[in-house]
């Protein structure tokens, strides 16, 4: 079965440190690999996206992603928190291949808490 | 850039009635939409694919009965529960799509939150 997998429901982080949040997924084909970020009563933002190309995307807010291939893994990071950035994490996949376009598979979320 | 709105962010009703939540592009035209929800602390599961001028795809396991999308036009699809029950409280978002196919990014609303008593 396909499915996208966030290993820590909560990552804690002092202001100013590196951060990462992590992602699997198992699905097959070569699919499509998206960040969002959820503020509390918001809707979801886009962060970033890898569809091909560079393994090294860099998205928003000064975040990137790190795609691999034979990890089957696209770990958030940022080289520096700020408290600002605290917020829930969802890592979604898209097959490659079949399905609609909406039809992306999410992991349950990380929420990340920032602390000055 | 793209906005996509909701509402009502928030409902509360009675069992036993209706409910209809609408999303709206405000400033592109949105051929697709999706409508997801999600439980607390659990993820987005998608329920269906409105496209403007046919029918929704609905998702296996929703009922297209209970839960019914129209997408009329190319900015406005709307989400009606009928005949809600407290096991639809949940949290609703819609999504949109400015492409058909493709890997363009999705848009989402900042989701509606519905409480049945």
């Known amino acids: 079965a396909q499915s996208v997998a966030q290993p820590e429901d909560q990552v804690n982080v002092a202001e100013g440190n590196p951060l990462t949040v992590k992602c699997t997924y198992s699905v097959s084909g070569n699919p499509y690999l998206f960040w969002y970020v959820q503020y509390p009563n918001r809707g979801l933002q886009f962060l970033l996206k890898?569809?091909?190309?560079?393994?090294l995307v860099k998205g928003s807010y000064g975040f990137e992603a790190e795609f691999n291939k034979s990890q089957t893994s696209f770990h958030l990071k940022k080289p520096s928190a700020l408290v600002s950035d605290s917020a829930l994490y969802f890592c979604?996949?898209?097959?490659?291949?079949?399905?609609?376009?909406?039809?992306?598979?999410f992991g349950k979320g990380t929420k990340l808490s920032v602390k000055p | 850039g793209a906005v996509v709105s909701q509402h009502p962010s928030w409902v509360i009703c009675k069992s036993g009635t209706s409910v209809k939540i609408e999303c709206r592009s405000l400033d592109f035209q949105a051929t697709t939409m999706f409508w997801y929800r999600q439980f607390p602390k659990q993820s987005l599961m998608l329920m269906a694919t409105?496209?403007?001028?046919?029918?929704?795809?609905?998702e296996q396991g929703v009922e297209k009965d209970k839960f019914l999308i129209n997408h009329a036009s190319l900015t406005l699809s709307t989400l009606t529960v009928t005949s809600a029950h407290p096991e639809d409280s949940s949290f609703y978002i819609c999504s949109a799509s400015t492409d058909r196919a493709g890997a363009n990014v999705l848009t989402f609303g900042a989701g509606s939150r519905l409480t049945v008593l």
């Open positions: 409105s496209n403007e001028g046919s029918k929704a795809t609905y």
């Open positions: 890898y569809i091909t190309g560079d393994n």
């Open positions: 979604a996949v898209r097959p490659h291949y079949g399905g609609s376009q909406g039809n992306l598979i």
